[in-house]
């Protein structure tokens, strides 16, 4: 299998069909014209976007979407900045109509993220919870920003989540995946039943290696923006984290070899010249 019989397989979320399975946002980029073309390297389809914090016109009185091209990418909106399901639930509406206006296919879903405080940007779980539900009553696809819990991420999808994306760590804190074991369990936990249920790495990868190891768990996608946008070279990094999830998937396919505490010679015991040691 190659990388580009590996991009052909369709990421399936909700009614949404993506090429990529990096999704990348718009934010802390130097400049709209640095993010446009980390965008394009980065190889995605789809870009979230923060309605609450994301200023549409900056200082100079440039557009983000002037830099971004809405017939080749799908926007994701996200609630980014919410405390509470109350103003969570009001953004994504927002969010919706700003979508329905551009006539972009982002507009029935929502990266929901409801935090808990400033200090450690980790969900609220009985939020995330209410705001799901009132969300996906009202026609919402909705993207769940969780914690690594398996019971939260259970919760969740019983909730009506089109899709669960636990964090590998917390948000532009770059430590990588810290607990892959509770990884594991939420894709045990999701996917029982429901093979083909999406479950999306949000938050936390700082290098192409973290995005590698998410992949190679199992997950179906990694969701990422600190690591490209703070990165010394931006762009450099852009390509980097889309081979990463190019190759953490096509890894995860191939399957791994067994770990094992001792050595297993490569090369096979028969027609040795000298005898093994002891």
């Known amino acids: 299998?190659?990388?580009?019989?590996?991009?052909?397989?369709?990421?399936?979320?909700?009614?949404?069909?993506?090429?990529?399975?990096?999704?990348?946002?718009?934010?802390?980029?130097?400049?709209?014209?640095?993010?446009?073309?980390?965008?394009?390297?980065?190889?995605?389809?789809?870009?979230?976007?923060?309605?609450?914090?994301?200023?549409?016109?900056?200082?100079?009185?440039?557009?983000?979407?002037?830099?971004?091209?809405?017939?080749?990418?799908?926007?994701?909106?996200?609630?980014?900045?919410?405390?509470?399901?109350?103003?969570?639930?009001?953004?994504?509406?927002?969010?919706?109509?700003?979508?329905?206006?551009?006539?972009?296919?982002?507009?029935?879903?929502?990266?929901?993220?409801?935090?808990?405080?400033?200090?450690?940007?980790?969900?609220?779980?009985?939020?995330?919870?209410?705001?799901?539900?009132?969300?996906?009553?009202?026609?919402?696809?909705?993207?769940?920003?969780?914690?690594?819990?398996?019971?939260i991420a259970r919760r969740l999808k019983e909730a009506g989540a089109t899709s669960v994306m636990p964090a590998g760590s917390p948000i532009g804190s770059g430590q990588g995946v810290l607990n892959p074991n509770n990884i594991r369990i939420c894709l045990e936990y999701l996917k029982e039943g429901d093979p083909d249920y999406p479950v999306i790495i949000d938050a936390g990868v700082g290098a192409a290696s973290d995005v590698s190891i998410a992949m190679e768990l199992g997950v179906d996608g990694v969701l990422l923006n600190t690591g490209i946008a703070h990165a010394s070279d931006p762009l450099q990094m852009a390509d980097a984290m889309r081979l990463a999830t190019e190759s953490g998937r096509l890894s995860y396919l191939a399957g791994r070899i067994p770990r094992k505490l001792y050595a297993t010679a490569s090369s096979p015991d028969e027609g040795l010249i000298t005898a093994k040691p002891r």
């Open 1 to 151: 299998m190659t990388t580009e019989t590996c991009r052909d397989v369709p990421l399936i979320i909700g009614t949404h069909s993506l090429e990529s399975r990096l999704i990348v946002g718009t934010g802390k980029y130097a400049s709209y014209a640095q993010m446009g073309e980390s965008l394009e390297r980065s190889g995605t389809d789809c870009i979230t976007v923060a309605v609450r914090r994301e200023r549409l016109i900056d200082a100079e009185g440039k557009n983000l979407l002037d830099f971004i091209d809405t017939d080749r990418y799908t926007l994701l909106p996200n609630t980014a900045g919410c405390f509470n399901a109350d103003d969570a639930v009001r953004v994504a509406r927002l969010g919706r109509e700003i979508l329905l206006g551009l006539e972009n296919p982002g507009a029935d879903w929502v990266k929901l993220e409801v935090l808990s405080d400033t200090k450690t940007l980790l969900p609220d779980p009985v939020a995330t919870i209410e705001a799901t539900e009132r969300l996906v009553s009202d026609g919402f696809q909705v993207l769940c920003y969780s914690s690594d819990d398996p019971v």
